[in-house]
C-alpha cells in the first residue's frame, strides 16, 4: 500500500476451514481443555452441539492476521476487539475481512470494522480495530 486507505476501503479477505488437528493444537497452546473442541461424542450428545466447536480466540487471531496481512510493513495494529456473537464448527468455511471506517491523516490512524463471517453470509465475530499507518517524512 503507498497510500493512505480512504474510508470503505475493503481489507482483502480470508477464508478459513480449519481441521480438527488445527483445532486441537490451537487449543493445546492456548491449554484450552474444554472438551467442546476435541471430544465430538461429549460435544454432540452432551453440550448438544451439530460438531467440534471452532474456538472463540482462534477467530479473533484471524482477525488479526487479516488486519496484519493488508497493513504489511506500512502500519501498525493498535488495538483489536472482537465479540464472538455465534458458534461456528468444524467442516465450516469462514471469512475474515474488515473495511476501513475512518482515517485520520494528520496522525495517520485508522478505525477498521471486521467481521468473521460463515458460509451463510451471517457476522457470527464482529470486531472493531485501531490502526496507525507511518507517515512520509515523519
Known amino acids: 500500500m503507498t497510500a ?12 478459513h476451514k480449519p481441521d480438527n488437528v488445527q483445532l486441537f493444537f490451537y487449543n493445546a497452546a ?3 481443555a ?17 460438531g467440534l466447536v471452532i474456538a472463540g480466540p482462534l477467530m479473533g487471531d484471524w482477525l488479526g492476521q487479516c488486519v ?10 493498535l488495538n483489536l476487539e472482537y465479540s464472538n456473537r455465534g458458534a461456528a464448527y468444524i467442516g465450516e468455511t469462514l471469512t475474515a475481512g474488515g473495511e476501513v471506517k475512518t482515517l485520520d491523516a494528520a496522525t495517520g490512524e485508522a478505525t477498521l470494522d471486521l467481521f468473521i463471517r460463515n458460509a451463510a453470509g451471517a ?3 464482529p470486531g472493531k480495530a485501531l490502526v496507525r499507518f507511518a507517515l512520509a517524512g515523519a
Request: charge should be negative.
Open 4 to 15: 493512505l486507505p480512504k474510508p470503505g476501503d475493503s481489507l482483502p479477505e480470508r477464508t
Open 34 to 50: 474444554h472438551r467442546i473442541h476435541f471430544d465430538l461424542p461429549y460435544a454432540t450428545d452432551v453440550e448438544g452441539y451439530p
Open 68 to 77: 496484519d496481512d493488508w497493513l504489511g510493513e506500512n502500519g501498525v495494529l
Open 30 to 32: 492456548l491449554w484450552n
Open 123 to 125: 457476522v457470527i465475530t
